[in-house]
């Protein structure tokens, strides 16, 4: 019997309170690369950028970092010819950053006037350049937000 009331509970409670997923009214994306690698590549951006594996389908992965979502399929050879660029709040976690992937990286942070960006590239296991920035602008971070704002215009 309780079964069964727990059950009923839960039919009611999920038939009334639903998620908020505005953000899927208009669609997503996935960026895919193909990988040789797709063990070490995965290993480095969840273990050493701090994305979360999303979806695991065996020969692909497909990982999320805050709003970004980056999939990686097995293949007999890599594309690495893309730029994937990490974004955040302040140049200090940029710094953070830079001194975590000091080994990787291209050159030290700087800023780039031109673009209004503070930041520096990098390379992943099979060549991929990441890049690493702070807008040296206001931007918006809150993207249903953003949506509304553009909306009004």
């Given at each position: 019997?309780?079964?069964?009331?727990f059950?009923?509970?839960?039919?009611?409670?999920?038939g009334?309170?639903?998620?908020?997923?505005?953000?899927?009214?208009?669609?997503?994306?996935?960026?895919?690369?193909?990988?040789?690698?797709?063990?070490?590549?995965?290993?480095?951006?969840?273990?050493?950028?701090?994305?979360?594996?999303?979806?695991?389908?065996?020969?692909?992965?497909?990982?999320?970092?805050?709003?970004?979502?980056?999939?990686?399929?097995?293949?007999?050879?890599?594309?690495?010819?893309?730029?994937?660029?990490?974004?955040?709040?302040?140049?200090?976690?940029?710094?953070?950053?830079?001194?975590?992937?000091k080994?990787?990286?291209?050159?030290?942070?700087?800023?780039?006037?031109?673009y209004?960006?503070?930041?520096?590239?990098?390379?992943?296991?099979?060549?991929?350049?990441?890049?690493?920035?702070?807008?040296?602008?206001?931007?918006?971070?809150?993207f249903?937000?953003?949506?509304?704002?553009?909306?009004?215009?």
């Open positions: 019997m309780r079964g069964i009331m059950f009923l509970l839960c039919v009611l409670f999920f009334l309170v639903r998620p908020n997923m505005a953000w899927a009214e208009k669609g997503s994306g996935i960026v895919f690369f193909q990988t040789s690698q797709l063990e070490e590549v995965k290993d480095f951006y969840v273990g050493q950028i701090g994305c979360q594996l999303w979806i695991d389908q065996g020969s692909c992965a497909v990982l999320r970092y805050g709003n970004l979502l980056i999939g990686f399929c097995s293949g007999e050879q890599s594309e690495p010819s893309a730029v994937i660029t990490f974004f955040y709040d302040s140049r200090e976690e940029v710094d953070r950053q830079y001194q975590k992937f080994a990787l990286a291209i050159s030290p942070p700087k800023e780039n006037p031109m209004r960006i503070y930041h520096f590239y990098a390379r992943d296991p099979e060549g991929r350049s990441i890049e690493f920035q702070h807008f040296l602008h206001p931007i918006q971070w809150d249903a937000l953003s949506e509304k704002i553009g909306q009004k215009k």
